[in-house]
């Protein structure tokens, strides 16, 4: 059984910064790659950003500049650090890995956190 656990989330002013986390758990042979979405109200989860395991990392054209995503392969952790915040960056955030089992080397599988509620007050 996989999890991802989010945390880091809540309610921040404009200009503000705030850093989530995503550890997951379980029986993991391998991640290939970490990243984070966003979906706020009435509109489509969105891609914020993802980084691989070498560290190669593909932002939105929408937070760069002001989010950092990194991991710690060590711990299966990924962090993504928010700075100058926007109200219209207000949104749940998922955390999402897509790795590979133990029971099943030859294929990839996508698992999603339960996401983090992020507030960018005006």
């Known amino acids: 059984q996989v999890q991802l656990v989010e945390s880091g989330g809540g309610l921040v002013q404009a200009g503000g910064s705030l850093r989530l986390s995503c550890a997951a758990s379980?029986?993991?042979?391998?991640?290939?790659?970490m990243g984070w979405y966003r979906q706020a109200p009435g509109k489509q989860r969105e891609l914020v950003t993802t980084i691989t395991r070498d560290d190669s990392t593909n932002y939105a054209d929408s937070v760069k500049g002001r989010f950092t995503i990194s991991r710690d392969n060590a711990k299966n952790t990924v962090y993504l650090q928010m700075n100058s915040l926007k109200p219209e960056d207000t949104a749940v955030y998922y955390c999402n890995a897509n790795l590979v089992l133990p029971t099943a080397l030859r294929t990839s599988y996508s698992y999603w956190g339960q996401g983090t509620q992020v507030t960018v007050s005006s």
């Open positions: 379980g029986s993991i042979f391998s991640i290939n790659y």
